[in-house]
């Protein structure tokens, strides 16, 4: 189950303040603010994709992510290599490093990383 770009930017908010009410998530939009009752159907839908759950506090709910940011991301990552480069992570690091505008610092890094998960490999 994917969420929409709507909900993705929503969803950003509730990661980053980790849980909230809607007041909270309200506050994290820039002006002009949608309306409490879109971001309550954005909230539903999102509660209905298991996305999303909340806890009750004085006829309040505390909105709280059921989905870490790094499992959601991660997943669309193996979604994009397997539909757009043949399920091959190497044809993917191939575009990657060479059609993004990366500077010579930001390739190093990432030649690092590579690194140490080789040595992790490795042992």
């Known amino acids: 189950m994917q969420l929409t770009s709507t909900e993705e930017q929503l969803m950003q908010y509730l990661w980053s303040i980790k849980k909230g009410f809607m007041k909270d998530l309200l506050e994290c939009f820039p002006e002009p603010k949608p309306a409490s009752t879109t971001v ?17 506090i004085a006829n309040n709910r505390e909105y709280f992510p059921l989905v870490k940011k790094d499992a959601y991301f991660s997943k669309h990552v193996n979604g994009l290599i397997k539909n757009f480069f043949n399920d091959s992570a190497s044809q993917f690091a191939s575009f990657f490093t060479t059609q993004t505008d990366l ?20 042992q």
Do not use: G, H, N, P
Not at 109 to 120: C, F, R, S, Y
């Open 40 to 56: 309550a159907t954005l909230l539903k839908r999102m509660i209905d994709k298991k996305f999303v759950d909340y806890i009750l």
């Open 103 to 122: 500077s010579e610092s930001e390739l190093k890094e990432l030649q690092q990383i590579i690194d140490v998960q080789l040595k992790k490999k490795q």
